[in-house]
């Protein structure tokens, strides 16, 4: 054992550190700290207003940060006859039942006091003793790395036990202070990953007007259907032709390549893409995300086509700028209907009224201007996904107390 530090049910921290239970976090001369919403009989949509006492549902905490865009409501003496189930600002809700159980987040210092669905829980942090903004990120972690699956009971759906919840241990620093400095530093990176995360949002945005600009029909454009100026193949069932020593991607229907996914470069049911391609799924579940999503072949004999995947081939003309005006089209998603999984057809893609400038150099400025765009976002999601992960180092460090803050 290293020295200044010692072994725990919960694996070794430092010396000084303390192992305190959920329950022993919270005031200990208050009632209701840890408390779930009213069982399902005493909160119905019959008690639901337009207004009142705002619900605060597990929903609004499943990412790790407290976000609601709209509320239901109860009245003020339904929520007098439920008070234990009360909630205030400042509090930690969490997620008591579904796959997302145990997601928590803190409740905006400044928000209503307000009462729980049946499938939330809030937990009231003693903060004369305890970080509460440590303790949400350390509640957080341990939801995301599945620690609290041994907290979940069994039943139709996944729910987590309160019992064994209030039971549950955690280590900390001795001292408020020391909580608070190490709260403070995951505080000030999960502010840059926000704010980054806005910057994507705006880029996309700004994206999005712009490609409804640049690829709106002006005058002296021709419109054509898409079957006069390409040249179109559907993919191939590789179900038999895996082969993790092959030679070929294969592109589905979510675009994943992983290392199981791989063709042979023999087998007859190999279907190549070549550079300039562009795919197109076919087939969706409805309301799904994938139908008609595209895919811009980067290089020559690096893919094979799946099934319900077809390959589109420009005859002349920018295959980037044929890449912006199909990607995720209207005209292909107006085949779903909501009801039923969408299978487009051959002759449902090559009917497709296609518009574009009457030459190449007008059509490749459009896709430079749309790709540049697209690499300044994929650059900021990159750096997103760098600050993602050297707050996760950092955490792992300061909860553990290999790194000391005070």
Excluded at 21 to 49: A, C, M, Q, W
Excluded at 69 to 83: A, G, I, M, P, S
Excluded at 247 to 263: D, H, P, Q, R
Aim: aromatic share 8%; net charge positive.
């Amino acid at each position: 054992m290293v020295e200044g530090y010692k072994n725990t049910e919960v694996g070794v921290i430092p010396e000084d550190w303390v192992l305190f239970t959920i329950e022993e976090l919270t005031p200990k001369n208050k009632k209701y700290n840890i408390v779930d919403g009213p069982f399902g009989s005493n909160l119905k949509t019959i008690h639901y207003r337009k207004s009142g006492i705002p619900i605060i549902t597990s929903g609004y905490v499943t990412n790790g940060k407290f976000y609601a865009n709209e509320y239901l409501y109860v009245d003020l003496e339904k929520f007098k006859q439920e008070k234990r189930s009360a909630v205030k600002g400042g509090d930690i809700v969490m997620a008591k039942i579904g796959e997302r159980c145990g997601a928590s987040a803190i409740l905006p210092e400044n928000h209503k006091v307000s009462i729980l669905s049946g499938n939330a829980l809030k937990i009231t942090i003693d903060e004369n003793y305890f970080s509460k903004q440590l303790i949400s990120q350390i509640l957080w972690e341990h939801h995301v790395n599945g620690n609290f699956e041994i907290l979940r009971t069994t039943g139709a759906q996944p729910a987590l036990s309160m019992a064994n919840l209030k039971k549950y241990k955690i280590p900390l620093p001795p001292t408020k202070a020391e909580q608070t400095a190490i709260a403070n530093v995951l505080i000030d990176a999960d502010a840059l990953i926000t704010q980054l995360e806005k910057l994507i949002h705006k880029k996309k945005a700004i994206k999005q007007g712009a490609m409804q600009e640049l690829l709106k029909p002006k005058e002296g454009w021709e419109t054509k259907t898409l079957g006069e100026l390409v040249e179109f193949s559907n993919g191939k069932a590789h179900e038999q032709s895996i082969d993790k020593n092959g030679n070929y991607t294969v592109v589905n229907s979510k675009f994943v390549s992983t290392e199981g996914a791989i063709a042979k470069y023999s087998n007859q049911n190999i279907s190549p893409l070549f550079k300039g391609d562009i795919t197109i799924v076919m087939s969706d579940i409805p309301n799904g995300k994938a139908l008609a999503k595209c895919f811009l072949i980067d290089k020559d004999n690096k893919y094979t086509l799946n099934q319900r995947i077809g390959s589109i081939r420009p005859i002349e003309g920018d295959s980037s700028y044929y890449f912006y005006q199909l990607n995720r089209n209207k005209y292909f998603l107006a085949f779903d209907s909501g009801s039923g999984q969408t299978n487009m057809r051959k002759n449902d893609i090559l009917n497709c009224p296609f518009s574009l400038p009457p030459t190449l150099s007008e059509q490749s400025r459009i896709a430079e201007i749309l790709s540049d765009m697209d690499i300044e976002i994929l650059k900021l999601e990159d750096k997103l996904e760098k600050q993602k992960q050297l707050k996760q180092g950092m955490m792992q460090s300061l909860l553990t107390g290999k790194i000391r803050l005070v």
